[in-house]
């Protein structure tokens, strides 16, 4: 019982802050991973495989969307990264957006966006990576 106790509590700490996160923290979470493979289904299998598997990543970092904090994350395939990379946005409801980008695919939102708030902070951020 202390081991499951110390293991919830070292999960805990890991998603804790955005700061201390990656790409790969928020695709081991179910939910989160439930809704990204949703999104990922027939698709390239390089961006399946990101979301899998994970790929070159940086840490994660909160921003503001329509005033809410937001956290984005990003990955890429390894030595192909200005050409394979795939944004995540996790929102403060726990869901999760998917923005596929580089110079070999086309800058896709494959999520749902009733506002277009979202797609238009993928095209900020993707542009600052």
């Not at 700061?19 to 979470?29: C, D, G, H, I, L």
């Amino acid at each position: 019982m202390r081991l499951f106790a110390a293991a919830a509590l070292a999960l805990i700490a890991t998603t804790a802050s955005a700061e201390e996160a990656r790409f790969s923290t928020y695709a081991k979470q179910p939910a989160l991973r439930a809704q990204m493979l949703e999104q990922v289904k027939g698709q390239e299998a390089w961006l399946v495989s990101l979301v899998e598997q994970g790929g070159v990543e940086g840490l994660a970092r909160t921003i503001t969307v329509d005033g809410k904090p937001y956290t984005y994350a990003a990955t890429c395939r390894p030595h192909m990264c200005s050409d394979y990379a795939v944004a995540l946005l996790v929102g403060p409801e726990q869901q999760a957006y998917l923005y596929t980008f580089g110079d070999e695919v086309k800058d896709t939102l494959l999520a749902k966006d009733d506002t277009g708030s979202i797609l238009g902070t993928f095209l900020v951020q993707t542009k600052q990576h």
